[in-house]
């Protein structure tokens, strides 16, 4: 293989081994959750044996080594327990957590180190103990092969594992089907799947088998065996294909008779070629993995088609300013419309692809506070709700690091210790909520507990403490939560390993203010705390709003825009040095762009300036609202949001700038840094 081919290799290599890992970790959780309920799923131990056997083989074929040594242990540990040879417990699921946590730094030190020379030791101990050690074998006779009463055929093919659990139904006392079906070759790979989800909610697919006695012309016929405690009327309500045939397999109850145990090699074998088939005829597969990179380059280019459009649409309305209606300019515009709706279909696809359910982050989040539970000697039960609200991967990649702070924080300073709790008389484990949904334009992700909740009188000791307030001032609540982001601000008392003192809570807002959004806090003492997280579903091309200040031009996300009002001057008024409107049942703060970036007042004898009324722009993220002073209301256009430089990043209310049609560059507002700044009654 070229050196360019080995480079390529790899890096999707890397890409399908976060996947694999990914599965694994979301199904090792699902296992526990299994465990705890006393139902666990087969499947779930099948997909994370799949998944091991995956990544062995790929790892082998590019010479990983290491990744490909722990991937096959693993493969083993996980066959016993598909085999009924190893029984699932806590010490297995350790076992487990921590090969996928060795495995996970193993890929990491490929993509950084090109290589996978890492100590395992520990991980292959581990697993070596939990195969080799004392564990008691199952007692007592199971039915034996010999007495189901199932073809030869059927039982030669049979995996070790399918074996397995064809006893395990047999010893539930299940009813045993087999269901044979045929299908039209063009379209069996759609009908099967079809016919095999609904009848997994019935019961358990054993094995599925095609049948070596069909032809090309008669289709394609699959044999499959089921194990249901239904009846065979409900299976013929499921299946409705004329030419399918369901029997009941009889086998004898408890006892009198032998558990013969095939040996697995031939059996692997034999359905390894099953799958080869099935595989050839599938063809090609309907999904294709792409670079996120190259989706970044994509819809950069979809920006830049937004721009020739803008400056179209320009140049369209001057040729009508100086010639009039003409058959040029209606030929013009339809081009324009077309150009249009077509880069509208463009886009929306686009950001479709890059859209992704935050449900992953979650379960790498559970994952972590399962580890940490663990570490603090404190039981966490995680809960969450809104796992397929999407997001934007980029927006999905950098909330991930404060929503595990918040965790952190909530786990080392909310959650109290089991026997804190028992005394407080609340339940032993502690609970930690995550929810997501959509709401309107934006994404809302909300991180609960029922910890000791945040002290506001603490924070406002420490406040004074370090000069951020004076002594005998009085402060709201909703200000005092605030300080906690400030940099080094914390109430800890100790360092702790699992959140240090707290100094990650500045990054936090950092982070989701750097993606355009804010985070609110509520708390009761003893009770628990909430935070709140506003995000907008994309950072990519964005409907914006242009309005004018003095001499500048200003975008505002229309995505943040409530409504455009036009009020009598006489109508604002001051309320603690704040200047304030009505606005329906509600007071609405206002603020004035020309203060917060120091521009000149706008001539009163200018077009755009009114003695007697005021333009203000609603915005906001959520319930947080505030009216933003501006002399004109311009036009609505689509921009691409790029970076600003270090100068203008440190001044509050910029979220970066843009381009119009017209190649003027202007500044696009940040109106969730501007209700941060408005609330806490910082100064611009």
Do not use: W
């Amino acid at each position: 293989m070229t050196e360019k081919g080995q480079e390529k290799a790899v890096t999707e290599f890397l890409a399908e081994s976060e996947d694999i890992l990914e599965s694994i970790g979301n199904n090792l959780v699902k296992l526990e959750e299994g465990m705890k309920k006393s139902n666990v799923n087969p499947e779930v131990v099948n997909s994370i044996f799949r998944g091991a056997h995956s990544l062995k083989g790929l790892s082998g074929m590019l010479g990983f080594s290491k990744v490909s040594e722990l991937s096959h242990n693993l493969e083993n540990l996980l066959d016993s327990l598909r085999l009924g040879k190893l029984e699932l417990s806590s010490r297995v699921l350790d076992g487990l957590f921590s090969s996928l946590e060795a495995l996970n730094n193993l890929i990491t030190r490929i993509g950084s180190e090109g290589n996978d020379q890492m100590d395992i030791t520990q991980a292959l101990s581990t697993i070596d103990k939990i195969l080799h050690g004392d564990h008691e074998e199952e007692s007592g006779k199971k039915a034996g092969l010999d007495d189901i009463n199932l073809s030869s055929a059927i039982l030669e093919v049979l995996t070790e594992y399918e074996e397995h659990r064809l006893m395990e139904n047999v010893r539930k006392g299940s009813r045993l089907f087999e269901i044979k079906a045929n299908f039209d070759l063009t379209t069996f790979d759609q009908d099967l799947q079809r016919l095999t989800k609904d009848l997994s909610e019935q019961g358990e697919i054993i094995t599925t088998l095609p049948s070596t006695g069909t032809s090309p012309e008669a289709g394609i016929q699959f044999n499959i065996i089921l194990g249901a405690l239904c009846g065979e009327k409900e299976i013929k309500e499921i299946v409705t294909n004329e030419n399918t045939t369901i029997n009941e397999i009889q086998y004898l109850k408890e006892g009198d008779i032998k558990d013969l145990k095939a040996e697995p090699a031939p059996q692997m074998e034999k359905a390894s070629e099953q799958d080869s088939f099935i595989n050839d005829i599938r063809g090609l597969t309907k999904t294709v993995r792409v670079d996120i990179n190259k989706l970044d380059n994509l819809m950069n280019l979809v920006g830049e088609l937004i721009l020739s459009k803008n400056m179209l649409q320009r140049i369209l309305k001057e040729m009508r300013q100086r010639q009039g209606l003409s058959t040029l300019t209606g030929d013009l515009q339809k081009a324009v419309d077309s150009l249009e709706r077509r880069l509208a279909e463009l886009q929306e696809g686009v950001l479709e692809v890059r859209m992704i359910p935050i449900g992953q982050i979650f379960n790498r989040l559970a994952r972590m506070i399962r580890k940490l539970s663990k570490s603090s000697d404190k039981k966490i039960n995680f809960k969450t709700s809104g796992e397929d609200t999407e997001l934007d991967k980029l927006v999905i990649e950098d909330i991930a690091d404060p929503l595990m702070h918040i965790i952190r924080n909530a786990i080392d300073h909310g959650i109290e210790s089991p026997d804190v709790r028992k005394r407080l008389k609340k339940p032993a484990e502690g609970m930690i909520r995550l929810t997501a949904y959509q709401k309107g334009n934006h994404v809302v992700v909300e991180v609960e507990d029922d910890g000791a909740g945040i002290d506001p009188e603490k924070i406002l000791k420490k406040a004074v403490e370090r000069g951020l307030v004076q002594e005998g001032e009085t402060p709201g609540e909703e200000e005092i939560l605030k300080y906690i982001f400030l940099p080094g601000f914390s109430t800890a008392e100790k360092v702790s390993e699992i959140s240090g003192r707290g100094v990650g809570m500045d990054v936090v807002k950092k982070n989701i203010t750097k993606l355009g959004g804010m985070v609110d806090i509520q708390t009761q003492v003893g009770k628990g705390a909430l935070f709140t997280i506003t995000l907008p579903i994309t950072l990519a091309i964005i409907p914006a709003l242009i309005i004018r200040c003095s001499d500048q031009i200003f975008a505002i996300p229309l995505n943040a825009v409530s409504e455009n009002l036009i009020v009598a001057k006489n109508s604002i008024q001051t309320v603690e040095k704040r200047e304030v409107i009505k606005l329906r049942d509600r007071t609405l703060s206002l603020l004035r762009l020309q203060e917060i970036f120091g521009l000149s007042p706008l001539n009163p004898e200018s077009n755009h300036s009114n003695k007697n009324k005021t333009k203000i722009v609603v915005a906001g993220l959520a319930e947080k609202k505030i009216g933003i002073i501006v002399d004109d209301f311009i036009d609505k256009h689509e921009i691409v949001i790029k970076p600003i430089g270090k100068t203008l990043k440190k001044i509050p209310g910029i979220a970066g700038a843009t381009e119009l049609g017209d190649k003027r560059a202007v500044l696009v507002l940040d109106v969730g840094s501007l209700i941060e700044e408005s609330t806490q009654g910082g100064k611009f």
